[in-house]
């Protein structure tokens, strides 16, 4: 069973010629099959841990360790992640000029399961995820990104997500920006993702409302760098009535 | 009009849209247009239409101490209907389409002994183009070339350049009217080459003229390609795409003069840099006459630099002496390579070298898929992937 393990990661990133620490020890595991949710206010460090654990090339990791299966992440480049079963959902997903859709999930499809996907399989299997998530078919002729609304960019991920199939998926705010259909639709996808038990999803998200659609078995409350409380589903509740203010205010306790 | 403008060290974009009484595109030569070499002073490099060029990489072209010898062949492959004649320098057809306004293009027009003419009668539609192989072989030569297209005339040209040589040229494309004229102008030189070139395209009532120059080796590659309008309704579309390597150097000037009402231009120019000292320069004028009204114009330029130690030039110029115009507007951009793209595609599996290759690929794709002509688009294609490979092995 795919396990992914964050141990007490620090990440610094460097901004106007000063060194600074966003993530101050984030300790978290993630087993195959679980869903993480990962709750926090805005600037709490949640896309650094996404971005990170993806192996972006701003962030610094000056401590801690990252497994998955007990293999060393932090050692391997961005697509040796990927190739490894890792799979990051973005926040704002890049444009990618003059590259189609369908050139680009087939060139990644190829590179994730190593060897190209039969072709005629591959055009169905494409074409019927892009119908569960509501695209239209043209999107697979646009190029990556580009002109797409916030939430067509997050179906984009999520389509991904559907055809990649990786051990562990980070899905970063993808809830933010959506309109409650896209919302819906959107969950599905995940919820299909998530069913069939091979997957360990961390939920990062600002806002409790797409926890009624994907159920985590374990809430997290990020603050500051680090995970300030960790708990079962009432705990979203309890953000929800309450905010993050007892999390912001006072510092965070474990 | 002009659009925002990113710029990264080691590149230069200076761009203007001046509403004028006068074009300064035709005063800021340092000497009027001439067949005569005399005419113009030996450059010392300060001048605007030189200041980008490293002169002493020239091999004499531009100070009279070039001289020609063997070792430039031209062959020409042409359809059925189509002639193809060396003529002398007394031939009425040379010089029509434009007059040399630098130095080196006076020297071609002053030194060269035979001139290559190809006529393509009026009325004739070819299915096959016409292939022009230039190859050196370590020669140093002078260079006329005419294509002529008689009205309603259609033809593709190809001219591929290859090998090693020292070559000044001018080339003249006459289109009559309702003609269509596509040329393509191949610059795949080996490393030490070094090629300045003025293209003159005359474009005729009603006809249709599209270029599309390709720069990928050579030493020194300095093209001018020009255009002016015989009649009203003509059209032009000039496009380019260039890959400047390490120590190349790789400059396109262009000009459009709108002196005939109700004609359009598009200009679209992008390359890629990668390498110490790879140097690409753009110059965009495009000049609207007070009588060119109608006139639709745009104009743009974007580079890709892939790597430190390389440098753009940029500059685009529309001048406008008429405002019943349809549309006039420029843009040019100098961007990295945007690490952001790389890492979107990286965390998706996708190695770093295909990636790189991917982001290129777009980066060109939109302008290959302009060119209309399935094999020149494939073979650039191959050409960019192969620039690529070389760069990341
Ligand atoms: N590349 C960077 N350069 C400078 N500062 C950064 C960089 N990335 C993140 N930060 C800073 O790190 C802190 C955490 O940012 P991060 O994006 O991880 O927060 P977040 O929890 O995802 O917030 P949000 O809810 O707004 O998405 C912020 O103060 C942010 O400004
Ligand atoms: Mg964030």
Known sequence: MATLEIRDLRVTVEADNATKEILKGVDLTVKQGETHAIMGPNGSGKSTLAYSLAGHPKYTITGGTVTLDGEDVLEMSVDERARAGLFLAMQYPVEVPGVSVSNFLRTSATAIRGEAPKLRTWVKEVKEAMERLNMDPSFAERNVNEGFSGGEKKRHEILQLELLKPKIAILDETDSGLDVDALRVVSEGVNRVRETGEVGTLLITHYTRILRYIKPDHVHVFAAGRIAESGGPELADKLEAEGYEAYTKGGASA | ?393
């Open chain 2, 1 to 393: 009009m002009a659009e925002a403008q990113n710029i990264p060290v080691g590149s230069t974009t200076a761009g203007s849209i001046a509403v004028a009484a006068e074009s300064t595109v035709v005063s800021r030569m340092s000497a009027p247009p001439s067949f005569d070499v005399a005419d113009f002073p030996v450059p010392h490099g300060r001048e605007e239409e030189w200041r980008f060029t490293p002169l002493e990489r020239l091999r004499g072209l531009h100070d009279g101490t070039a001289v020609a010898t063997e070792g430039l062949k031209v062959d020409v492959q042409a359809p059925e209907g189509v002639t193809v004649a060396t003529v002398g320098r007394d031939d009425v057809r040379l010089g029509k389409a434009g007059t040399p306004v630098d130095r080196v293009a006076a020297q071609a027009y002053s030194a060269f002994e035979k001139a290559g003419v190809i006529t393509v009668p009026k009325e004739t539609v070819l299915t096959e183009p016409i292939r022009v192989a230039v190859h050196g072989e370590g020669g140093t030569a002078f260079a006329h070339q005419v294509i002529e297209l008689g009205a309603f005339a259609e033809a593709v040209v190809v001219i591929d350049h290859t090998g090693d040589a020292v070559l000044a040229a001018n080339v003249d494309y006459i289109l009559g009217d309702g003609a269509k004229l596509t040329v393509v102008s191949v610059q795949d030189w080996d490393d030490k080459a070094v090629h300045v070139a003025q293209h003159n395209a005359l474009i005729g009532r009603d006809a249709s003229f599209k270029s599309v120059v390709v720069t990928f080796g050579g030493d020194v590659v300095r093209l001018h390609p020009r255009v002016t309008y015989a009649g009203t309704g003509g059209e032009a579309e000039l496009f380019g795409l260039y890959f400047t390597d390490a120590g190349q150097h790789q400059e396109h000037r262009l000009l459009v003069t709108h002196n005939t009402p109700h004609c359009k231009s598009n200009v679209v120019y992008k390359g890629a840099l990668q390498g110490d000292d790879a140097h690409a320069v753009w110059i965009g004028d495009v000049l609207i006459e007070a009588k060119a009204e109608g006139t639709d114009t745009y104009e743009m330029n974007r580079n890709l630099v892939l790597t430190d130690g390389a440098r753009v030039d940029s500059v685009p110029n529309l001048e406008i002496e008429t405002g019943e115009i349809v549309g006039a507007g420029h843009a040019s951009a100098t961007g990295r390579f945007d690490d952001e793209q790389l890492f979107y595609l990286m965390a998706r599996g996708i190695p770093e070298h295909e990636a790189r290759r991917l982001v290129v690929r777009g980066f060109f794709a939109e302008l290959v898929q302009q060119i209309g002509i399935e094999d020149i688009e494939e073979r650039l294609i191959a050409r960019i992937e192969e620039e690529l490979e070389a760069s990341v092995a």
